[in-house]
Every structure is written in C-alpha cells, then in structure tokens.
C-alpha cells in the first residue's frame, strides 16, 4: 500500500488521471439489468464526466433502460472523461443491456404429488411448473390452501389446491401420507478416483504443459495480496500489500472469491505434484486467515466464527431481498472460501483450515437456522444476490467430515425450489436462468445424495445433467450466452461474443465426474472429454504464465480469445483451478476394474493393486499402453463417439479378435505381467451441427473443435453438399491437426490464441 501511495504522490497530473480510470470499477458489464454507478470522483483526484453512446438504453448518468423482449441485448459504449489539473485521459467501458424478460401467459400447470409421513404437515413447495404460451416450461409461486391436520394422520391420498401468481388458474397437488420409512437408497460410488499423485500427465502433452504454466504462476503469486482484503476487514493492516483489483478490489462487493480460489488451486496443484512451495503457501494463507477469523470475531457486530473479506452488511441485505448491484451474492463468496479451506484440509492435510471452515458452519448454521423456509426461497430466487454457489455441497462436505449434523440440515437451507422441483419432475424450464448461478447447486444436491441417500437429490442432478448437455451446449461443450440458459436446443440465435461462460464448465466437468462415479456410462466421459479439450483446454493463454482465462469462449463469426489476467472474474477464479485437474477423469476404479477415459498421456500408479500404467499416443489415432505387474484385472478402454471405424486392439504386439464390449467399453482380462497394449481409435474429419439451423457447421477432428482462422466478421459460406465439403478437406501431412479448406485452414479451438476464429460456418445446398 505504501508504494501506491508513493506511486501517486510523486505522479503529474496527467498519471493521476490514468490511475484513476484504471481504478474506476462498474461491476459486471457483461449483465447489465440494473442502474450502474457512474463516479463522477476518481480513486486520486480527478473530475470524472460520463458520456454514453447509446442513451436509450444508458443515460449519460448511468439509468439503464433494457430494450424490450424480442430486440435483444445491446452493447453500450460508455466514454470516461478524466480531468486532474488540465490533464485529461479517456477510458472506455463495453456494457452489455440484457433484454428484458418476456411476459408471458400462463396457458397450463402441471398438477404434482407430495409425500409426507404419517403426523407430519405435508411442506409444499413455493413455486409450480407453469407452461407459457411460448411453448415453454418455467416456474410461479403459488398460494396453497390451508392444509387440515387430520388429513395426514393415517395413511391414505388427499387433495389441495393452490392459487397461481399471476394466473386465475388452480394446482392440484395430491397429498400422499405413508408410513415413516427407515431405508435410504444405496448412495455409495460405484467407482473411486485415484487421490495424490497416483496420476501424473506427460508434461510435453498439451494438458502437462498448460498445467506447469499455472503451476509457475501460482507460484510466483503474492499470497499477501490475495490476503489484502480480509486482513483489511479484520484488522487493517494489510502488511504493505498491493490491493486486489478487478471484481477483488476492495470497493467490489465481491471481494474475497478469487482468494477462496487461489486456496483450492494451491490444494490442487500440491496434490498433483507435491511441491513444498506449495505447501509452505498453503500453511502461511491458512494461518493468516485464522488470524482475520479470530480478530472479526472480537469485532463488534460480527457473529463468532464469521470470515470474510467484509463485513456481515451484505448477508443482513440479503434478508430484506436487497437486489444486485447493491449487493453481490455474498454466500457465493463464502462458498469460495470454505470450498477453498476444505480443499486445503482433504488435499494438503490441513487442520487449521479444517478448524476455520467448522467455526464458519456453525456461524451459518446460527444464522440461517432462525430464517423461515419462505424467506430463504425468496433470498435464493435473487438473481445474482441470491447466488449462493455451492453451499449446499460444501455444507454436506463439512457434515461428512465432522459428523456435525446441523451442516447437514443447513445444507439444505439451501434447496432452491425454483430449480430443485422442474429438475425432479424432469421439465426442462432453464430457459432464461443464470446458468452458473444453478449448475453449483446441482452438484450440491448430488453431494446431499452422497451424504443422506434420498435420491430425489440423485434424480435431480442426473436429470439435470441430461437436460444441458442433450439441448444446451454449442459444440465445444460450454453452455450459456451472456451467462444465461437459452430456451432448449435454441443455438443459432446465440452465436456471439458472450457464448460459453468457462465458470460454466468448470462446474459441468465437476458434475459429470461426480455422476460417473455413482453409474460409469460411457455417454458422461464423452462429454467430459469435448469440454475439457475443446473448452477448458482452450481457455487458457499458453503463451505467457500469467494466470489467463478466458470469461466467455465467444463463439461469433470473426471471434477472438480475451483472456483475463487481472479483472478477477468469476472464471479467472475458476481457471485458477481447471488446470490442475486434467488427471482426475483419466482412470477410475472399482476393486478389480480400471477405467481408462480419456487418451491423454500420463502415468498411473494403482499399488493397491500392484499394477503400474504408462499412457502415451502416437499422433492421435494410435494409443499405447505400457503395464508392468499387477494381479488379474479388467481393464475398460471407452470408446470414443468420434471413432469412425472399428477400433483394433494388439496386446504385446498380437492382434486381438473376438473383442469383448460392455456398455460402450472395450473390455481387457487377464494377469497383467510386463504387457504393451496398444489400440488404433480411427477418426475421421466429421461435421457437427445445431439443432435450431441446419445449415451452421462445426469441424470436428477426433476429440478436437476444428475453428477456421478467419478475420471475416460475416459466416464462411460453402456451397455444397456435407460429403462434397468433407471430401474437399485436406489433412497437413507435417501437422495432422492442421486442415485446408479451399484457402482457410482449420486447427483445433485450443491452438488459437490471438488469431480470429470461426467454429460455426455455413453450409448452403
């Protein structure tokens, strides 16, 4: 802090006015459906005037006025004019206006059933599935009639009806009283994960290198800045730091999340190398963050056990249904730092932070537990102020680690009936939600799954699974535009610069790993693989170790990569994380069995089992695998979707016949030895369509989102048939990952850094 101020104190005039505008912090441009606040102050001194260049939809005084539904969204330029003693510098600001919602009527609403025990008044939910006159599915509250207590004292069906928001229509909700029931399902994973460093990749493989990129730059990142702002809230002295800057710095209401992070990635990449920086990083942030915990606690106004980069001022907001931006979703902060602690206790074998993550659930269980089941669907219904993350999952996480089941009740403070209900009856009613507001949430309930067994929670998350990755995702796997769920299958419409936030499939890879684990079919890992190469792979800078990610993957003609390095957005957050996690889908096991997902060269050691794995490709059709001791074990190699012929197996250099497959696997037995298997997975350039536009293409190649390099900001247009356009598609002999189509060349999505890009073109017949 001190050498900012000496920074400013020695700077003219005209470095006053820039350090200003790069001070100058709107909140989220990307989303924008509330006022903003213009300042008309800088940080420093200066005179700050505002100009935008749309004021239709933004005044020159920051009103925002969303264009009407149907229009769609509009990129508003907004002009800062700085001034500071006769200097002036200009500072420009992109925001994106989301279209207002469309007012639908309500033409039908599903009728549903309840269970509740014998004695118990039956909980009805909030909301109903609603179908629109568009054609779609959403959900709207709902006022339920008084419930008589001697209709639920035996068994038997009763009904009652409810009265929908907005609609003279009724519900039929059909009351089932039975028995109390002891059982719960069986809710234990079929398959393990290999913990530690029981995997390690090549490191000259693409996915090595991007994680020894991040290693270095979590390496070299100063923990006291990523202490800045809860030291700041604590205590105050921030130790000489710099501030954080972006969605961190400390006028944002966010602050706290990237550290929650920087936690987890710091656990991830000691787990996968066990690097002792790493751990010497974790100790220090753990026990600098026991000491804010400790001091807030003194505090005035501050519950015991409470930690966070602020105040408790935006959790009480909450609970008057304060709206975004004045507050921004301060539960999903917390959500960061207690995933981010807990990964420090599981992954580096911290108590301390174990310790810490306890005093906070305590303090959440004392807050949440006095607020009324109606105020917390009300609060977590918010868009935005109401994200919450994945408190649910960590809350049951912390639950099955110590045991304490109050974690497990407040848990489940966090049902959202607005998403928990559709996903349950299995109506897909996303359109127009928050998608990385709802995908955590999903993954939570499968964690309650996990902890408690009621599989509700189970069909909730697969159903929802089902649902984005059948009618939701462009073709390298993201999903959502501006942040948003589109309606089903609706992909043409959404083709722009905001496609994909990463966040997004961050959290859908995490989901898809979770599902696997509980019921091994072959279609999860075939979605893993398209996100993490075409996706998760290709959101990171791989010509400098700075810490890049890309916040949307755009998707528009003529798009080009922005990756952020010091915004501090939710997906620099995330893509903190992602590139220390490409072992944990590799291989997966059972007591004999051995999973081989996904074709990235690597090394695993399954001791347990006496059996050692040595995983390396040869261009990319051709897999070898080394295996060296081990007792008799089955090993399932999936078959990717992308194999165009039969795939040919030798082991120790003999052809295999008479294959044996079972559920999209290749099947392999015998007493594994000193043994060379070795499998030829043809592929073949193949087309990818999109459900709403049979015209717009992607190029695939094996695993691998083919994108043309191109600066035209129109779509590339063929004209011919599929089979004329493929057989027009010339491979590089030199570089088999680099095609020609008449004059563009195409390569995978992952390679393009700074290069504008196309990965949907057009195919006129």
């Given at each position: 802090?001190?050498?900012?101020?000496?920074?400013?104190?020695?700077?003219?005039?005209?470095?006053?006015?820039?350090?200003?505008?790069?001070?100058?912090?709107?909140?989220?441009?990307?989303?924008?459906?509330?006022?903003?606040?213009?300042?008309?102050?800088?940080?420093?001194?200066?005179?700050?005037?505002?100009?935008?260049?749309?004021?239709?939809?933004?005044?020159?005084?920051?009103?925002?006025?969303?264009?009407?539904?149907?229009?769609?969204?509009?990129?508003?330029?907004?002009?800062?004019?700085?001034?500071?003693?006769?200097?002036?510098?200009?500072?420009?600001?992109?925001?994106?206006?989301?279209?207002?919602?469309?007012?639908?009527?309500?033409?039908?609403?599903?009728?549903?059933?309840?269970?509740?025990?014998?004695?118990?008044?039956?909980?009805?939910?909030?909301?109903?599935?609603?179908?629109?006159?568009?054609?779609?599915?959403?959900?709207?509250?709902?006022?339920?009639?008084?419930?008589?207590?001697?209709?639920?004292?035996?068994?038997?069906?009763?009904?009652?009806?409810?009265?929908?928001?907005?609609?003279?229509?009724?519900?039929?909700?059909?009351?089932?009283?039975?028995?109390?029931?002891?059982?719960?399902?069986?809710?234990?994973?079929?398959?393990?994960?290999?913990?530690?460093?029981?995997?390690?990749?090549?490191?000259?493989?693409?996915?090595?290198?991007?994680?020894?990129?991040?290693?270095?730059?979590?390496?070299?990142?100063?923990?006291?800045?990523?202490?800045?702002?809860?030291?700041?809230?604590?205590?105050?002295?921030?130790?000489?730091?710099?501030?954080?800057?972006?969605?961190?710095?400390?006028?944002?209401?966010?602050?706290?999340?990237?550290?929650?992070?920087?936690?987890?990635?710091?656990?991830?990449?000691?787990?996968?190398?066990?690097?002792?920086?790493?751990?010497?990083?974790?100790?220090?942030?753990?026990?600098?963050?026991?000491?804010?915990?400790?001091?807030?606690?003194?505090?005035?106004?501050?519950?015991?056990?409470?930690?966070?980069?602020y105040s408790e001022e935006q959790f009480n907001l909450l609970e008057q249904y304060t709206t975004y931006p004045e507050i921004w979703a301060p539960y999903y902060t917390l959500h960061k730092i207690m995933a981010g602690l807990l990964d420090c206790y599981e992954l580096a074998?911290?108590?301390?932070?174990?310790?810490?993550?306890?005093?906070?659930?305590?303090?959440?269980?004392?807050?949440?537990?006095?607020?009324?089941?109606?105020?917390?669907?009300?609060?977590?219904?918010?868009?935005?102020?109401?994200?919450?993350?994945?408190?649910?999952?960590?809350?049951?996480?912390?639950?099955?680690?110590?045991?304490?089941?109050?974690?497990?009740?407040?848990?489940?403070?966090?049902?959202?009936?607005?998403?928990?209900?559709?996903?349950?009856?299995?109506?897909?009613?996303?359109?127009?939600?928050?998608?990385?507001?709802?995908?955590?949430?999903?993954?939570?309930?499968?964690?309650?799954?996990?902890?408690?067994?009621?599989?509700?929670?189970?069909?909730?998350?697969?159903?929802?699974?089902?649902?984005?990755?059948?009618?939701?995702?462009?073709?390298?796997?993201?999903?959502?535009?501006?942040?948003?769920?589109?309606?089903?299958?609706?992909?043409?419409?959404?083709?722009?610069?905001?496609?994909?936030?990463?966040?997004?499939?961050?959290?859908?890879?995490?989901?898809?790993?979770?599902?696997?684990?509980?019921?091994?079919?072959?279609?999860?890992?075939?979605?893993?693989?398209?996100?993490?190469?075409?996706?998760?792979?290709?959101?990171?800078?791989?010509?400098?170790?700075?810490?890049?990610?890309?916040?949307?993957?755009?998707?528009?003609?003529?798009?080009?990569?922005?990756?952020?390095?010091?915004?501090?957005?939710?997906?620099?957050?995330?893509?903190?994380?992602?590139?220390?996690?490409?072992?944990?889908?590799?291989?997966?096991?059972?007591?004999?069995?051995?999973?081989?997902?996904?074709?990235?060269?690597?090394?695993?050691?399954?001791?347990?089992?006496?059996?050692?794995?040595?995983?390396?490709?040869?261009?990319?059709?051709?897999?070898?695998?080394?295996?060296?001791?081990?007792?008799?074990?089955?090993?399932?190699?999936?078959?990717?979707?992308?194999?165009?012929?039969?795939?040919?197996?030798?082991?120790?250099?003999?052809?295999?016949?008479?294959?044996?497959?079972?559920?999209?696997?290749?099947?392999?037995?015998?007493?594994?030895?000193?043994?060379?298997?070795?499998?030829?997975?043809?592929?073949?350039?193949?087309?990818?369509?999109?459900?709403?536009?049979?015209?717009?293409?992607?190029?695939?190649?094996?695993?691998?989102?083919?994108?043309?390099?191109?600066?035209?900001?129109?779509?590339?247009?063929?004209?011919?048939?599929?089979?004329?356009?493929?057989?027009?598609?010339?491979?590089?002999?030199?570089?088999?990952?680099?095609?020609?189509?008449?004059?563009?060349?195409?390569?995978?999505?992952?390679?393009?850094?700074?290069?504008?890009?196309?990965?949907?073109?057009?195919?006129?017949?």
């Open positions: 802090m001190e050498l900012r101020q000496n920074a400013v104190r020695t700077a003219n005039a005209k470095e006053i006015t820039e350090l200003d505008g790069n001070a100058i912090y709107l909140g989220n441009l990307n989303t924008v459906e509330a006022d903003l606040k213009l300042p008309l102050k800088g940080k420093y001194g200066s005179s700050i005037q505002w100009e935008s260049k749309e004021t239709l939809f933004i005044s020159h005084t920051g009103k925002v006025t969303r264009p009407t539904f149907g229009v769609g969204n509009r990129k508003v330029i907004l002009v800062a004019t700085l001034t500071y003693e006769g200097a002036e510098t200009r500072k420009t600001f992109e925001a994106t206006v989301l279209q207002e919602e469309y007012k639908a009527k309500i033409v039908a609403v599903n009728p549903l059933t309840v269970r509740t025990n014998v004695g118990e008044q039956p909980e009805l939910p909030t909301v109903v599935i609603v179908k629109n006159d568009t054609g779609s599915y959403t959900v709207s509250p709902v006022s339920w009639d008084l419930v008589k207590e001697e209709t639920y004292r035996q068994p038997g069906f009763f009904p009652i009806h409810g009265t929908v928001e907005g609609s003279p229509l009724k519900v039929l909700a059909t009351i089932q009283v039975v028995e109390k029931a002891l059982e719960t399902t069986d809710h234990t994973k079929r398959l393990k994960e290999f913990k530690g460093q029981k995997v390690h990749l090549e490191r000259k493989s693409e996915f090595g290198a991007a994680m020894n990129r991040f290693l270095q730059y979590v390496r070299s990142t100063d923990d006291d800045q990523m202490l800045y702002n809860f030291r700041a809230a604590a205590t105050g002295d921030t130790k000489g730091a710099q501030p954080m800057t972006g969605w961190d710095a400390p006028e944002c209401n966010l602050k706290g999340h990237t550290t929650g992070h920087y936690l987890s990635a710091l656990a991830l990449a000691y787990d996968a190398t066990g690097d002792s920086v790493l751990l010497g990083k974790i100790q220090y942030m753990v026990a600098e963050l026991g000491k804010c915990q400790t001091a807030m606690s003194e505090l005035a106004g501050y519950g015991q056990g409470f930690l966070s980069a074998g911290q108590r301390e932070a174990l310790e810490i993550c306890d005093k906070l659930g305590h303090w959440l269980y004392n807050r949440l537990s006095r607020l009324p089941r109606e105020q917390l669907h009300k609060m977590w219904s918010l868009y935005i102020a109401g994200e919450f993350g994945g408190m649910n999952e960590v809350l049951a996480k912390l639950s099955a680690i110590t045991g304490n089941e109050q974690y497990l009740m407040t848990a489940k403070y966090f049902d959202n009936e607005k998403l928990f209900l559709p996903m349950k009856e299995n109506i897909d009613t996303l359109g127009n939600m928050h998608a990385n507001q709802h995908i955590p949430q999903v993954i939570g309930a499968l964690k309650l799954f996990e902890v408690a067994g009621d599989e509700a929670y189970f069909n909730i998350a697969d159903n929802f699974w089902t649902m984005v990755t059948q009618s939701h995702i462009y073709s390298i796997g993201g999903t959502g535009e501006t942040e948003m769920f589109r309606e089903p299958d609706a992909i043409a419409g959404f083709l722009t610069d905001k496609t994909a936030e990463t966040c997004a499939s961050y959290n859908m890879l995490k989901l898809t790993k979770e599902l696997f684990q509980f019921n091994p079919r072959k279609t999860y890992m075939d979605y893993y693989e398209k996100a993490l190469y075409n996706h998760i792979l290709a959101s990171e800078n791989s010509q400098k170790a700075e810490g890049g990610s890309t916040y949307f993957m755009p998707l528009a003609p003529g798009s080009i990569k922005k990756f952020d390095t010091h915004e501090n957005t939710c997906c620099h957050g995330t893509g903190l994380e992602n590139h220390f996690k490409y072992q944990e889908a590799i291989y997966f096991h059972n007591e004999d069995r051995l999973y081989v997902n996904l074709y990235i060269p690597s090394q695993l050691d399954w001791s347990e089992q006496g059996l050692s794995l040595i995983q390396n490709r040869d261009g990319l059709e051709t897999v070898r695998f080394e295996i060296g001791g081990g007792s008799e074990t089955t090993l399932m190699f999936r078959i990717p979707d992308w194999v165009s012929a039969p795939l040919q197996v030798k082991i120790n250099g003999e052809p295999c016949r008479d294959l044996e497959y079972e559920d999209g696997y290749l099947k392999l037995r015998k007493e594994w030895k000193k043994d060379e298997i070795e499998l030829t997975l043809p592929c073949s350039v193949r087309l990818v369509g999109a459900p709403d536009d049979d015209t717009l293409k992607t190029l695939a190649y094996g695993p691998y989102v083919l994108a043309a390099i191109s600066g035209e900001q129109d779509y590339l247009t063929w004209t011919c048939s599929e089979q004329e356009l493929l057989d027009q598609i010339i491979q590089q002999k030199d570089n088999p990952l680099m095609f020609m189509l008449d004059a563009v060349k195409f390569v995978p999505l992952y390679l393009i850094q700074d290069e504008r890009y196309h990965v949907y073109f057009k195919l006129a017949r």
